[in-house]
């Protein structure tokens, strides 16, 4: 089945920042959030980043803290991203309704574990999704019909590849429609082809496994993105990504800490 994807939409909507930066190719700058707060969500927003992942994978978010820190996130004009827990179609359900930019599903392992996750995040007839919330439609400035019209075209599918599966698969995962961006994680895939985190860089079997997930990405028109540990990073890997995730709230807060104790001890 044909249809426009987040890639080729011509609808604009100004709220969804991430979405518009990535189809100018502006390289959007993303982060991780895991701590459950609607403050902690605000204080983000404010700092300049495009776009929110809510860690419902690994953060300390529940179902409320989730609703909560979308409706802040959108409210500041950032795109609030979950990534989700697992593939379930219940959960996919649950995370797009709180009107949620996008979905990042971690540690897909082949093409047919992709096709379900995008069935799961579009309305029939892409897809299998239900529509009984008012909540998304607003997290988008939009009434609910009009978001039922622009949804499946302007929400972001991201799929992480992290695994050697997911390594070996990764060509035909980024072949299915819907899917709109491979996002590597770098951490999860060290473990699972090295053994060990985190990753060097420089191993060849991890420098073969991210060229071969970024080639797959430019292949089949998808956007490709990853984490990175800090923004010269970010800075240093601009040519090869559409976005990048810089950290994350918990590891901010660490670092400006340890930094500043270090400077006064010395």
Same mark, same amino acid.
């Given at each position: 089945?044909?249809? #426009? ?25 993303? &982060? ?6 609607? =403050? ?21 978010? /529940? ?6 820190? @979308? ?5 500041? /004009?950032?795109?609030?991203? *979950? ?11 649950? +995370?797009?309704?709180?009107?949620? !930019? ?12 992709? =096709?379900?996750? @995008? ?9 299998? =999704? ?9 997290? !988008? /400035?939009?009434?609910? #019909? ?7 075209? &302007? ?7 992290? &695994? ?14 819907? @899917?709109?961006? @491979? ?24 420098? &073969?496994?991210?060229?071969? *997930? ?5 292949? !089949? ?9 800090? /923004? ?26 340890? +930094? ?7």
């Amino acid at each position: 089945m044909s249809y #426009p994807t987040a890639h080729t939409t011509t609808i604009e909507n100004p709220r969804l920042r991430l979405l518009a930066k990535m189809k100018r190719g502006e390289y959007p700058l993303m &982060t991780f959030m895991a701590i459950p707060s609607l =403050r902690m969500a605000q204080i983000i927003a404010l700092t300049g980043v495009d776009a929110i992942i809510i860690d419902c994978e690994h953060g300390n978010i /529940g179902d409320d803290s989730m609703h909560n820190a @979308v409706a802040a996130i959108s409210a500041l /004009g950032v795109s609030p991203i *979950i990534r989700i827990r697992g593939p379930a179609h219940d959960i996919i359900k649950r +995370a797009l309704d709180t009107g949620a !930019h996008g979905i990042m599903v971690p540690q897909i392992n082949n093409a047919e574990e992709a =096709r379900q996750i @995008v069935q799961s995040s579009k309305f029939p007839p892409q897809g299998i =999704r239900g529509q009984g919330s008012a909540f998304p439609a607003i997290g !988008h /400035g939009l009434t609910t #019909p009009e978001y039922m019209i622009s949804a499946n075209e &302007t929400i972001l599918t991201m799929i992480q590849i992290e &695994t050697r599966a997911g390594v070996d698969n990764v060509d035909a995962i980024a072949a299915v429609p819907g @899917v709109d961006m @491979v996002f590597i994680g770098p951490n999860d895939l060290a473990q699972s082809i090295l053994g060990y985190v985190p990753a060097r860089g420089d191993e060849p079997e991890f420098v &073969t496994a991210v060229d071969k *997930i970024i080639e797959a990405g430019r292949k !089949h028109g998808k956007w490709v993105g990853r984490m990175v540990n800090n /923004g010269a990073v970010a800075k240093e890997v601009r040519s090869r990504y559409d976005t990048v995730a810089i950290t994350g709230d918990t590891k901010a807060i660490q670092n400006w800490y340890m +930094a500043e104790f270090e400077t006064a001890r010395s």
